[in-house]
């Protein structure tokens, strides 16, 4: 007896043992290891965590291999999400010294100045504040950079695309084309004032403000961004302006011929999210040149369900030859709510040769249902604009620039130390340092040395690249409307939920702190063997492998998504050549088949009737 009650006292004083919450994750591996083991619809797929290696990948049906594949990237995507969350989770309990560190770190409160705290710490307020004047945008070349221009115009001609043109660096704005896609989200907010609207007409006009008011922003002087690099990407983030929350912004560039930029902005506690991606071209007339973007973005106010698709104007260069070189937005763009019924027409006016101040950044337009016309608008796009209610005759501001301009959202950038190789800011560092100390030689030079590395990578690729954080989509656009397709890996258009806490970014994922269900339950006692420390090493060893592991497999299914996609091309090649060569000899012949029988009888048939001709007229001899 004594010996029993010694053995059940040692065992009280035992420590307590964490368990950590990897191991329910690796429970959902294994069930889905299992499954991937299973038949799936017409194919046969094995799978294995261990070796993680993709094979005996069955085609029956042309076409739906490539859409199990991306079924099973987007589960990956997601098990590799929660996995890079439970390894935090993981990682921080080795420090936790009991279940009171435990309960305060799951309070709703605690785990949102933690993960704010966090993004303080990663991310430096941007010190650029420059948002030029209202007006016309002008600027007069310096007498040493003007034989660099007239270089420039020997080597283009009247229609040319400047997409492969280089520029000199005197006209460079020192930061990248998918830095300046930002510019637009500085009052993203006003998209929050619209999800709080009961009316739909009411949000569309808040809408339209909102697009409005990213126009504004003008570089000092009449710059271009960098061209960026395939691969190349940015991220920043604002903060509200009551100090409660972020709105993200993510970038890519997906693709370089053509030049394609995909975007992703994100504030889902305040109830909206932007995605798009856009195409920049650029034309040469002669004695001036416009830079378009072809695209569109797809604004999603999440509590109503709404989605508002917007293309962009394009920007107007004169005065290259002759003149005064002075820059302005053109074109007219549309803002269309499918789900609502109402559509935006814009028109931004060019100034005509003898125009007046009058007519610098003058836009109008009017907002519709159906071809009925609600309201007009008409303003300057950098100064005021009103809006006329065609039902009522009330006429209201609808955006001052005057005034918007002491309401932006402070913008923060990733601090550089924390920047990888590709992020915008850390590749045209050099560059960038070099231009705003007036050196254009050493600017030209690292901005060569840039573009040099960007055409041997390209060279030595052995397979299509594939984009870290965006994917192809096609979804059909309005009509009229052209559509890039390219959509953000771990998009979320979901609403709000009550149990969410706090949206971030992290390693370019966007993503929110969720508020545990339920307190972590007292675990059983170690093993004599086992300590604190050992388990916590065995956890973060754990959640290396199975990250390692997931990297892999998600590298080996896009490897397989592509070579499928070339088989399947391949043999539709070969089934039409074959096709070909069957039809070839009757082509040549010029007749279908079948009827050579039936030209040996006709031909037969007009013999005899040619010699009972000859015998008929000719006479018979005695």
């Not at 993960?115 to 991310?123: D, K």
């Not at 706090?502 to 307190?519: G, P």
């Amino acid at each position: 007896m004594e010996n029993g009650a010694k053995k059940s006292a040692k065992a009280k004083e035992k420590p307590v043992r964490r368990r950590s919450s990897i191991f329910s994750l690796l429970k959902r591996q294994k069930k889905l290891t299992r499954q991937y083991s299973e038949p799936v619809g017409d194919y046969t797929r094995k799978y294995s965590m261990d070796s993680a290696i993709f094979s005996d990948y069955r085609k029956k049906e042309n076409g739906a291999a490539t859409a199990v594949i991306e079924r099973s990237l987007k589960q990956f995507a997601l098990c590799k999400i929660e996995l890079a969350g439970a390894a935090s989770d993981t990682d921080s309990e080795g420090s936790r010294g009991g279940m009171a560190d435990a309960q305060s770190r799951d309070d709703p409160a605690t785990r949102r100045q933690e993960v704010l705290a966090r993004i303080q710490s990663l991310y430096v307020e941007d010190p650029d504040r420059e948002i030029g004047a209202a007006g016309e945008l002008v600027e007069e070349v310096a007498e040493e950079n003007k034989s660099l221009l007239w270089f420039l115009l020997k080597q283009v001609r009247p229609g040319m695309d400047l997409s492969k043109v280089v520029l000199p660096t005197f006209i460079l704005e020192p930061r990248s084309f998918l830095d300046k896609l930002s510019d637009n989200y500085y009052h993203a907010d006003i998209l929050g004032q619209a999800q709080a609207l009961e009316d739909p007409y009411q949000r569309f006009r808040c809408v339209l403000r909102w697009y409005l008011s990213g126009l504004y922003k003008k570089p000092k002087g009449l710059k271009k961004p960098y061209n960026p690099v395939l691969g190349e990407i940015f991220r920043c983030c604002w903060r509200d302006r009551n100090g409660d929350g972020y709105t993200y912004y993510i970038a890519e560039q997906v693709s370089h011929h053509p030049p394609v930029s995909a975007f992703y902005v994100s504030n889902r506690k305040d109830g909206y999210v932007i995605e798009g991606s856009l195409l920049a071209r650029s034309k040469f007339y002669g004695n001036s040149t416009s830079a378009i973007l072809e695209g569109c973005a797809r604004i999603h106010l999440l509590n109503w369900g709404e989605t508002y698709v917007t293309t962009a104007p394009y920007a107007h260069c004169k005065g290259i030859v002759i003149g005064t070189l002075s820059m302005e937005l053109g074109g007219k763009v549309h803002i269309i709510c499918q789900d609502t019924g109402y559509q935006a027409d814009v028109e931004f006016k060019l100034r005509s040769f003898l125009g007046g101040a009058d007519q610098t950044n003058a836009i109008s337009g009017r907002i519709k249902k159906g071809k009925d016309t609600i309201a007009t608008v008409e303003g300057y796009w950098d100064g005021r604009i009103d809006i006329k209610d065609k039902r009522t005759g009330e006429e209201s501001n609808l955006l001052d620039v005057a005034v918007l301009k002491d309401q932006r959202m402070q913008r923060f950038l990733m601090k550089l130390e924390n920047q990888e190789e590709f992020e915008s800011q850390r590749l045209w560092i050099k560059v960038s340092e070099a231009i705003q100390n007036d050196d254009q030689v050493a600017a030209t030079e690292q901005k060569t040395l840039i573009e040099e590395a960007q055409r041997a990578r390209a060279r030595g690729l052995l397979s299509p690249w594939l984009p870290r954080l965006f994917r192809r989509d096609i979804r059909a656009p309005p009509e009229g409307i052209v559509d890039q397709g390219w959509r953000y890996n771990h998009v979320n258009t979901s609403p709000w939920q009550p149990d969410e806490i706090v949206e971030f970014e992290e390693a370019f994922v966007i993503s929110s702190a969720v508020a545990r269900a339920e307190r972590l339950r007292e675990p059983p006692p170690p093993s004599d063997s086992d300590s604190r420390d050992e388990l916590a090493r065995r956890s973060k060893t754990s959640a290396r492998t199975l990250k390692q592991a997931l990297l892999g497999i998600e590298s080996t299914l896009r490897e397989q998504s592509v070579t499928l996609e070339r088989l399947s091309k391949t043999v539709d090649l070969v089934e039409e050549g074959q096709r070909s060569l069957a039809l070839r000899p009757q082509a040549a012949a010029g007749v279908p088949p079948g009827s050579h029988a039936w030209d040996l009888f006709v031909g037969f048939f007009f013999a005899l009737v040619l010699q009972a001709l000859h015998s008929w007229l000719t006479p018979a001899r005695d």
